[in-house]
């Protein structure tokens, strides 16, 4: 086909357009003039869509088909008749016998033709063979057409990995034996799906949100991590032992449909942390009034769940929904220890004879350079210091800065100036009275995003506590939120921040909207049983956060690293020093 469109190229198609966008056909040359053997580019290509032709004249495939066929007999009749010439003016000089068989080179040349041609044939024939593959049955589920159908097919990429469904279990869960010997995890019902030695069928998968509160002290932060005991991997355990995921399942995430909407990093704790998944239950438990909370699961699973994590509510929703991407606000709040706002950390330390001059390399351990000794005399004198109202305004003049849209790849790690995924909306960040707990004045702070990227509200805590003390001027804040260039910020404890409110508005609009209001709101700021935990568990986290500085002197340990080791004002210095020789 390709060689008669060839063939045709000497033919001119002329498109003419109209004023109504109506387009007519006219061709230059006739059919029957002689046309060319050699292959020549000079066929007019035209987009497709201005092909389309009104329903009573003929399409342009129309047209080249009828070309191509007329040519094909043209080419036919000038085959034939020049066979017939040249048999005639042969026959005069040789034998009949000679004009019958072709000459080798030509058998040659078309054998070589040939061959390319089949080998070319084979070889896509191969790749299309390699493309796509049979999956396998469903097992895991009934043949009464709930499942999906045996001849549905999947993509195959040529790499023989195996079917999704067969993946083994995630390296960082429990189902994993080496996690589970690591940190001496025992199943008490290996050999069975179900708690309780008996596997029960009675049961049915549907989706439900978990509204969650931990203390992050003793896990390696919220995501499923390899040889790191994580808050993910202890929920999933309990489920799995409160027979809310069955053993197939167990241990990989995506057949439960799982979702959280932050990932808090290690030592960071929250009192309404919300994950949404499939859970299997009796029919007796979703029976229950759709308004009435899930207590009855929640009940059991809390059971198994640690002390330092609380299952606060658990509700169904609808089957499409996705607690990390249908999250529209979320609320953090960070307790800062009145301390930090010192103008001068250092002096305090030289009295209690700490040696400020020495680096990192001298000290025994690099991320707690003092003692408990040192850190707990220093402490005994910061914790007598209360907070001024005038550098209290400079904090919350620091704050306010990062109020609105800002490129915020400096309070980050891993982007680079000018990056869309360092843009974030912070829509406040406020600074509450100060309270006074055990002798020690802490003032709570409280930010409302969209989003929040890795170490961010750390590193704006940091940044705005310098601005408060005098360490640095608040002009910086424009050239730390500006994209001329990179600047390695400090960052705050963990031990402070803590994930305080998830929000989900837009979700319980369009719930509403499509006829399922019988299912509840996901609000926990409504009053009723769901925030009176909610309120009990955050008031065990801050509790837990005096306590925990109490303890190990956190907040010390950071002053000195913050003064000492990275000398934040030297840093500052060089950063706003470049700046304005820039500027003149």
Known sequence: MLSVIRQVATSKLIFKYEKKNRLLFSFSSAIGTKTRTTTRKNWYLCHHHYLRQRHHQPSFVEIIRTTMSSLADASKTTATTTAKVTGDNNNKSNSNDSLKRPSSTDEDNNDATSQKQQKKDDDHKDNNSNRWKKMKKNRNKSNDGGGRKDNTWIKDYGDDKRDKRDDPPHAGSFANPAMRKQFDVVLENEETDKEGGETNNDTQKRKVVLLLGFLGTKYGGFQINPEQRTLHAEIELALYRSGMVSKSNFGTPHKYSWSNSARTDKGVHACAQVCSLKLELPEKDWECNSKERLDGPRLRLQKNLPDDILALDMIRTTRNFCAKTQRDRVRYQYMIPSFLLHPDWKSVMESQGVDTTSGREERENPKLPLSIEEAKKVQHILQEYRSTEDNRNKLKAGLRKYEGTHSFHNFTKGLKPGEAKAKRYIESFVVQDPVIVNGMEWIPTQVLGQSFL???????????????????????????????????????????????????????????????????????????????????????????????????????????????????????????????????
């Not at 750390?458 to 730390?480: E, L, N, Q, S, T």
């Open 454 to 584: 890795l170490h961010q509200i750390r590193k704006m805590v940091c940044v705005a506590i310098d601005i408060a003390r005098g360490a640095v001027p608040i002009d910086f804040m424009d050239i730390a939120l500006s994209t001329k260039g990179s600047i390695a910020l400090h960052v705050a404890p963990a031990q402070g921040l803590f994930l305080e409110m998830s929000y989900y508005d837009g979700y319980n609009r369009r719930k509403n909207s499509q006829k399922n209001q019988d299912l509840s709101n996901l609000d926990w700021t409504v009053d009723g049983p769901a925030k009176d935990r909610w309120i009990k568990s955050r008031d065990v986290v801050r509790s837990h956060i005096v306590q925990e500085e109490n303890n190990q002197a956190n907040f010390i340990q950071y002053l000195f690293l913050h003064e000492c080791i990275y000398d934040c004002r030297k840093v500052y210095g060089s950063v706003v020093g470049l700046e304005q020789k820039i500027e003149k």
